[in-house]
């Protein structure tokens, strides 16, 4: 990864998370943006994510990999696994999650959350880096920025939910409305709570 410049943006949603990071990987222009701020400081409950979509939306993206640390709840997706889920569930509550809410009507179908053609190129790249990656899985997105207690985890467990983060709702219905492709490449970096 090669960065080249870095820029702060302003949008009538107020200021991104962090400074959007202008880069090359490899042949491909990307952007890169801190969705926690720089130094982590932005509590997951507290981050302006319609800024950060518009942001990226602004300058030309069409594409966004979210990278996410989350918990495993499925037993198969244990610790250090990769996860690429095909589905979410929103536990989340308070947070600016819509476009459509400045006198403008806007439906967007969601039955599928994340954009397949971009998950498959996922799935690919890993196929041919030899990564393990798990295909498919729920998201379940909680509020935080505390952990679940033990029982929480046992409902998102009945509710379905493979893994648990904190950030996955509103940013994948946010790009939708954005009209930009998202899918999650999410780390599972311990197992959720009374699974460890």
């Not at 809410?101 to 041919?128: I, K, M």
């Amino acid at each position: 990864l090669e960065l080249t410049d870095t820029r702060t943006f302003e949008t009538e949603y107020g200021v991104p998370s962090a400074a959007l990071e202008f880069g090359r990987f490899g042949q491909q222009p990307v952007v890169f943006l801190a969705r926690h701020g720089k130094g982590h400081t932005v509590p997951p409950h507290q981050v302006n994510y319609r800024a950060n979509i518009q942001a990226l939306k602004q300058v030309g993206v069409e594409k966004i990999i979210a990278v996410n640390a989350v918990g495993g709840i499925n037993p198969q997706m244990g610790a250090e696994s990769l996860v690429i889920p095909d589905q979410i569930i929103d536990y989340t509550w308070g947070r600016e999650f819509t476009f459509a809410d400045q006198g403008n009507v806007l439906h967007v179908d969601f039955s599928y959350p994340y954009s397949e053609p971009l998950r498959q190129s996922l799935l690919t790249a890993a196929a041919e880096l030899g990564l393990e990656v798990h295909d498919g899985g729920v998201y379940g997105a909680t509020q935080g920025p505390r952990l679940e207690t033990a029982a929480e985890v046992d409902r998102l467990e009945r509710d379905g939910c493979d893994i648990v983060g904190m950030t996955g709702m509103p940013e994948a219905p946010l790009a939708r409305e954005a009209e930009l492709e998202y899918a999650c490449l999410s780390l599972v970096v311990n197992m959720a709570a009374g699974r460890s």
